[in-house]
């Protein structure tokens, strides 16, 4: 599965233009049929007689959009999803079509000046023309950063959330015996206001909604005050600003990893959202949870993770894919 | 086109009547079917039981304004925004208030009163008020109530090429539309004119759940910055470089499909097409995509200086490129429907 996991973090796919993304995931789930929706939701179902159970795990990444190319040939852009300029110069990033750029800002009299209106991308043009070539404005970017394995924790950028990505993949392949209707969403634009999911959960009208998408930890220097840590299994969420997570589907999560000896930990996150925040409030309403993978360093090119949280939340995952629901 | 009489008819959000009927005459002559829904929105049908796909037009009708909060003893009316508004435009306006048109001016204190810190502030909605020569409230009551909406009493004027008016946001894309139905197409058009976009896209969403859509296209009025001392990083839109096609705002990515088939037709019909090169603001594209199982969506704009504001210029040109281009775009959907990915 790390293989998987490299693969898919390392994909280009901002908010928007998730095309590679999703035909990486199709060819890795061959053995199904799989819909493409009219916003690009990548939709893959194992039919059953029981409960309509949709995961959904967001497919899009961060990234930036060109909004200008001046006459020098720089690129002045705008960010896609929860993007922070302070760490942004000297980062690198990959256009659609392989033009690689770097992000540089202009002469700052104090480093409290920087703005995103104050960085632009070199992508070593000389001039418009020869920049427009490679580059047109409302072109998306992602940014590159390569996937290392530092044992039981890796670090990429996307992780937020090919390691979604990757257990629902595997979730797929691996399916236990069940009577449950399974949907696998791999979701669009969620980075941009879960947006995908919104119309997926129209579409597949489930009886039941699971997200899994990363979540913040709080157990880094003076970070945040938060119990969540790496290395301390899948995370069961009870809130953040997208979702209260039913209580029902939370304490069956709880069940299936006390029985099942798998390590959890709850979460408890005072900001973000996830796709279960669209799949709760769709049609008249979807008991839904989350399945959190722990990560450090949410939105900068260096997000990290435990692997064997990963595994936790595959394993929790496949349980209630089988599980009897009410 | 019509422009001029939309442009200066009333409509703040949530009081939409006086457009909506004006756009109701001028489009029945045109449709097979017109009917309005318990929110407000217009709706023009054409070709209802055509095969091919089912396209939404749709333009929002109403616009940004004030409502009046409070009248005071002294026969002075307090309001606030109804829509974003920018406070700073607002001193000395005239405008006209409720169904009769009252007409007031907003007010604030005199230049000779103020003390120099006052000067160089911007005032804000507490330091504003509308006179409308009523001596007190008792007087100013037989006029207006509390609650009654407020629109900028300007004048629709022509400066060659350019034209000046009020709430070019979004009736230059009501104006579109009309001109739309004029059309004849192979597929069902739905023509819709929307309400209460200003205020949070609310009329979009129940207009695109009930016509469920195959394809939608937005025709609005959007923001241009291209004067002064603005950075031509800022500019977002250019007048008289075509209609502005937009790739992402904070509503909608558009259909990067649809983007590109707007933009293949107006390079093979020799029509000016620009992208709007910031991402700020929503249109009710941001709703209409993400009805039911979603909807492939975009938005064309005329590139509109000071919008918001009680007077907005753009180019003519730019206007009759988009309705062509839009006419273009759905003959072509008709035939050959909408490439998905």
Same mark, same amino acid.
């Given at each position: 599965?790390?293989?998987?996991?490299?693969?898919?973090?390392?994909?280009?796919?901002?908010?928007?233009?998730?095309?590679?993304?999703?035909?990486?995931?199709?060819?890795?789930?061959?053995?199904?049929?799989?819909?493409?929706?009219?916003?690009?939701?990548?939709?893959?179902?194992?039919?059953?007689?029981?409960?309509?159970?949709?995961?959904?795990?967001?497919?899009?990444?961060?990234?930036?959009?060109?909004?200008?190319?001046?006459?020098?040939? #720089? !690129?002045?852009?705008?960010?896609?999803?929860?993007?922070?300029?302070?760490?942004?110069?000297?980062?690198?990033?990959?256009?659609?079509?392989?033009?690689?750029?770097?992000?540089?800002?202009?002469?700052?009299?104090?480093?409290?000046?920087?703005?995103?209106?104050?960085?632009?991308?070199?992508?070593?043009?000389?001039?418009?023309?020869?920049?427009?070539?490679?580059?047109?404005?409302?072109?998306?970017?992602?940014?590159?950063?390569? #996937?290392?394995? !530092?044992?039981?924790?890796?670090?990429?950028?996307?992780?937020?959330?090919?390691?979604?990505?990757?257990?629902?993949?595997?979730?797929?392949?691996?399916?236990?015996?069940?009577?449950?209707?399974?949907?696998?969403?791999?979701?669009?634009?969620?980075?941009?206001?879960?947006?995908?999911?919104?119309?997926?959960?129209?579409?597949?009208?489930?009886?039941?909604?699971?997200?899994?998408?990363?979540?913040?930890?709080?157990?880094?220097?003076?970070?945040?005050?938060?119990?969540?840590?790496?290395?301390?299994?899948?995370?069961?969420?009870?809130?953040?600003?997208?979702?209260?997570?039913?209580?029902?589907?939370?304490?069956?999560?709880?069940?299936?990893?006390?029985?099942?000896?798998?390590?959890?930990?709850?979460?408890?996150?005072?900001?973000?959202?996830?796709?279960?925040?669209?799949?709760?409030?769709?049609?008249?309403?979807?008991?839904?949870?989350?399945?959190?993978?722990?990560?450090?360093?949410?939105?900068?090119?260096?997000?990290?993770?435990?692997?064997?949280?990963?595994?936790?939340?595959?394993?929790?995952?496949?349980? #209630?894919?089988?599980?009897?629901?009410? | 086109?019509?422009?001029?009489?939309?442009?200066?008819?009333?409509?703040?959000?949530?009081?939409?009547?006086?457009?909506?009927?004006?756009?109701?005459?001028?489009?029945?002559?045109?449709?097979?079917?017109?009917?309005?829904?318990?929110?407000?929105?217009?709706?023009?049908?054409?070709?209802?039981?055509?095969?091919?796909?089912?396209?939404?037009?749709?333009?929002?009708?109403?616009?940004?304004?004030?409502?009046?909060?409070?009248?005071?003893?002294?026969?002075?009316?307090?309001?606030?925004?109804?829509?974003?508004?920018?406070?700073?435009?607002?001193?000395?306006?005239?405008?006209?208030?409720?169904?009769?048109?009252?007409?007031?001016?907003?007010?604030?204190?005199?230049?000779?009163?103020?003390?120099?810190?006052?000067?160089?502030?911007?005032?804000?909605?507490?330091?504003?008020?509308?006179?409308?020569?009523?001596?007190?409230?008792?007087?100013?009551?037989?006029?207006?109530?509390?609650?009654?909406?407020?629109?900028?009493?300007?004048?629709?004027?022509?400066?060659?090429?350019?034209?000046?008016?009020?709430?070019?946001?979004?009736?230059?894309?009501?104006?579109?539309?009309?001109?739309?139905?004029?059309?004849?197409?192979?597929?069902?058009?739905?023509?819709? @004119?929307?309400?209460?976009?200003?205020?949070?896209?609310?009329?979009?969403?129940?207009?695109?759940?009930?016509?469920?859509?195959?394809?939608?296209?937005?025709?609005?009025?959007?923001?241009?910055?291209?004067?002064?001392?603005?950075?031509?990083?800022?500019?977002?839109?250019?007048?008289?470089?075509?209609?502005?096609?937009?790739?992402?705002?904070?509503?909608?990515?558009?259909?990067?499909?649809?983007?590109?088939?707007?933009?293949?037709?107006?390079?093979?019909?020799?029509?000016?097409?620009?992208?709007?090169?910031?991402?700020?603001?929503?249109?009710?594209?941001?709703?209409?995509?993400?009805?039911?199982?979603?909807?492939?969506?975009?938005?064309?704009?005329?590139?509109?200086?000071?919008?918001?504001?009680?007077?907005?210029?753009?180019?003519?040109?730019?206007?009759?490129?988009?309705?062509?281009?839009?006419?273009? @775009?759905?003959?072509?959907?008709?035939?050959?429907?909408?490439?998905?990915?």
């Amino acid at each position: 599965m790390k293989e998987l996991l490299e693969k898919l973090t390392q994909a280009y796919s901002p908010s928007g233009s998730e095309r590679s993304i999703r035909e990486i995931i199709k060819a890795e789930l061959a053995n199904y049929e799989t819909k493409t929706d009219a916003l690009g939701n990548l939709i893959v179902e194992k039919k059953g007689n029981g409960k309509k159970i949709m995961f959904s795990a967001h497919m899009d990444e961060i990234g930036i959009m060109v909004t200008h190319i001046d006459k020098e040939g #720089f !690129l002045r852009f705008d960010f896609i999803g929860g993007v922070g300029a302070y760490n942004l110069p000297g980062e690198r990033v990959r256009f659609a079509n392989g033009t690689l750029g770097v992000i540089s800002v202009e002469k700052l009299d104090k480093i409290g000046d920087l703005k995103r209106e104050s960085l632009y991308i070199d992508i070593g043009a000389e001039s418009r023309e020869e920049a427009e070539k490679l580059v047109k404005v409302g072109d998306s970017a992602a940014f590159i950063s390569p #996937f290392i394995d !530092l044992g039981n924790r890796v670090v990429s950028k996307a992780m937020d959330n090919r390691s979604a990505c990757t257990v629902l993949v595997q979730l797929m392949k691996e399916l236990p015996e069940t009577d449950n209707h399974i949907v696998a969403v791999f979701s669009v634009q969620e980075e941009v206001g879960l947006r995908g999911a919104t119309t997926a959960a129209f579409s597949v009208a489930p009886d039941y909604g699971m997200a899994i998408d990363v979540t913040a930890t709080g157990d880094t220097p003076k970070g945040l005050t938060m119990e969540v840590g790496l290395g301390k299994g899948a995370a069961i969420k009870v809130k953040d600003r997208s979702i209260m997570v039913h209580p029902y589907v939370k304490e069956k999560l709880i069940e299936l990893a006390e029985k099942n000896n798998i390590p959890y930990q709850m979460e408890v996150l005072e900001f973000g959202g996830t796709d279960a925040g669209a799949i709760h409030l769709s049609r008249s309403g979807v008991p839904s949870g989350v399945l959190s993978i722990p990560c450090r360093y949410v939105h900068s090119r260096s997000e990290m993770i435990d692997y064997r949280d990963l595994e936790a939340v595959l394993k929790l995952a496949k349980a #209630f894919a089988g599980a009897d629901l009410q | 086109m019509f422009l001029k009489e939309l442009s200066e008819a009333s409509g703040i959000s949530s009081r939409e009547q006086e457009i909506r009927d004006l756009i109701r005459e001028y489009v029945k002559p045109n449709v097979d079917e017109v009917f309005t829904d318990s929110l407000g929105n217009l709706y023009a049908v054409k070709g209802k039981d055509k095969v091919g796909p089912k396209v939404m037009l749709a333009a929002h009708m109403d616009e940004v304004g004030l409502m009046i909060t409070n009248i005071e003893k002294n026969g002075l009316l307090r309001f606030s925004p109804v829509g974003g508004v920018d406070p700073r435009v607002l001193v000395s306006k005239p405008v006209a208030i409720g169904k009769n048109k009252v007409i007031g001016v907003i007010g604030a204190k005199a230049i000779h009163l103020q003390r120099p810190e006052e000067r160089s502030q911007v005032l804000g909605y507490d330091d504003l008020y509308i006179d409308i020569g009523a001596s007190d409230d008792e007087e100013a009551k037989k006029l207006v109530k509390t609650g009654d909406v407020v629109v900028f009493a300007t004048k629709f004027q022509e400066l060659g090429d350019l034209l000046l008016g009020k709430a070019f946001d979004d009736r230059a894309g009501c104006t579109a539309l009309i001109e739309l139905t004029k059309c004849e197409f192979a597929c069902p058009v739905y023509f819709v @004119f929307t309400v209460q976009e200003e205020v949070g896209l609310r009329g979009a969403g129940p207009a695109s759940y009930r016509v469920a859509p195959d394809v939608a296209l937005v025709l609005e009025g959007t923001t241009a910055s291209d004067v002064g001392e603005t950075d031509e990083a800022n500019y977002s839109t250019t007048l008289g470089e075509g209609p502005a096609v937009t790739i992402m705002d904070r509503s909608v990515i558009s259909h990067p499909g649809v983007v590109s088939m707007l933009f293949k037709l107006a390079r093979e019909n020799g029509i000016p097409l620009q992208m709007k090169r910031t991402i700020t603001g929503g249109t009710d594209a941001g709703k209409i995509s993400l009805s039911r199982g979603g909807v492939p969506t975009a938005v064309m704009a005329v590139p509109c200086r000071y919008i918001h504001s009680p007077v907005t210029v753009m180019n003519y040109n730019d206007l009759q490129h988009m309705v062509k281009l839009a006419e273009i @775009f759905v003959q072509e959907i008709a035939q050959k429907g909408v490439e998905l990915s």
